[in-house]
């Protein structure tokens, strides 16, 4: 399985930017049948989850990007993605999608990384 984030970039304080991870390798129609997520770090600060879904399309978010992100998935273009508005200078990081191999998101351990999208907020 491999996961290609991209659409990060830099964008002045308020703004939106969309992130997608493309998603390839999963076997047959199996893409979609397991928990999805996107993790960021900041630098000097560990890694975070921000947003995650089931693979029945629940969602929960990070505190801090509550109300703001929106996590989806194009299941026909096996895509995951990050609706992200209202940016704040704090949202600076690297985004990194990320799929686990079970179909719940709760306590569930992440297999498959993405390199990394930089998003910088000003």
């Known amino acids: 399985v491999q996961l290609v984030e991209s659409g990060g970039g830099s964008v002045q304080a308020g703004g939106s930017l969309r992130l997608s991870c493309a998603a390839s390798g999963y076997a047959g129609n199996s893409y979609g049948s397991y928990c999805m997520g996107w993790f960021r770090q900041a630098p000097g600060k560990e890694r975070e989850a921000i947003a995650d879904?089931?693979?029945?399309?629940?969602?929960s978010y990070g505190g801090s990007v509550k109300g703001r992100f929106t996590i989806s998935e194009d299941y026909a273009k096996k895509t995951l993605l990050l609706q992200m508005n209202s940016l704040k200078p704090e949202d600076t990081g690297i985004y990194y999608c990320a799929g686990a191999t079970v179909p719940r998101c709760a306590g569930a351990y992440f297999t498959y990384w993405g390199q990394g999208t930089q998003v910088t907020v000003s």
């Open positions: 879904m089931d693979s029945d399309g629940s969602t």
